[in-house]
């Protein structure tokens, strides 16, 4: 993207992961993975995560920065920090025939509006 | 203390030969010409997002889907193999912020939000097959929308 002329911004919760990769403009929010710019049903939060990202994006000036911002997910639970992305962190995947039934169901549900 | 993802990764998948993740030497990197107030916005999501009927994904997809900036809520549902996708389901600007991308337009902090907005699924093992296949349609895609600038949000 940048190579074809387009500045790019890249929201992250892993630092190690990006420090490695090095995007040319990067935002860190320590939270699980899966909510990158907030949690559910906080606009509030949400928009204060994607609006410092916005202004990130004007301030950085060098290639690979990352902006480390100052949110916390739970002042009083850290226990997330020890079991995300370990073994067990996953849901139970629904069996191939669960995921087919799911997904005819919601292809249904468009069709039909 | 930031979660240190590379070793968990490879706890998680000691089956298998170590994943080798991208360790880029250089950056490249391409300022802004104008204030992000100014800009023409383009939002991509690796957080397997998808608008009405559009297929799902699977396994090792470099496919992408286009997403109406403005989908409702209930227009848009998640696959991905490789999070918890719960609160995503629940509410998908957890990693695709579409509502709040619109605020900051209505509030003038960005120019415009790009239509459409983007999704793919992040699970993809070959990083060849997204730099080589996937983001080059991109590419063409925020040239064609004229977008000044690129919002990525992973998952």
Redesign the interface.
């Known amino acids: 993207m940048e190579e074809a002329g387009i500045p790019t911004l890249c929201m992250t919760s892993a630092l190690d992961i990006t420090r490695s990769v090095k995007p040319p403009r990067a935002v860190f929010v320590n939270f699980p993975l899966g909510h990158q710019t907030g949690p559910p049903n906080q606009p509030e939060l949400q928009r204060r995560i994607v609006t410092d990202a916005m202004r990130a994006f004007a301030a950085i000036s060098s290639p690979a920065t990352i902006v480390e911002l100052p949110y916390v997910w739970d002042p009083n639970d850290r226990t997330w920090e020890d079991t995300d992305y370990t073994k067990g962190w996953m849901p139970v995947a629904p069996s191939r025939e669960a995921a087919d039934a799911l997904e005819a169901e919601r292809q249904a549900k468009f069709r039909r509006e | ?6 070793p ?2 490879r ?2 998948y000691s089956d298998f030969t170590p994943y080798r ?4 030497e ?7 010409t104008k ?2 107030a100014e800009c023409a ?1 383009a939002m991509i999501s690796s ?1 397997g997002i998808m608008y ?2 559009q297929p ?1 994904f699977h396994r090792e997809d470099a496919s992408y889907r286009r997403i109406p900036i403005h989908a409702r809520p209930d ?1 848009l ?1 998640v696959w991905h ?1 490789g ?6 389901e ?2 998908a ?5 579409l ?3 619109r ?2 337009e209505a509030a003038g ?2 120019g415009r939000l790009v239509d459409p907005a983007f999704s793919f699924m992040g699970g993809i093992y070959s990083a060849r097959k997204v730099r080589d296949e996937l ?1 080059p349609q ?2 063409d895609e ?2 064609r929308a004229h ?9």
């Open positions: 203390m930031p979660v240190a993802y590379i968990r990764t706890d998680l993740w991208v360790e880029n250089s950056t490249p990197f391409t300022p802004l204030p992000v916005i957080g009405r009927d799902r227009e549902s193999f999070y918890p996708t719960g609160d995503a629940r509410d600007n957890c990693v695709f912020p509502e709040r991308m605020e900051l902090v960005i983001a991109i590419v925020l040239k977008a000044d600038a690129f919002f990525l949000v992973p998952a």
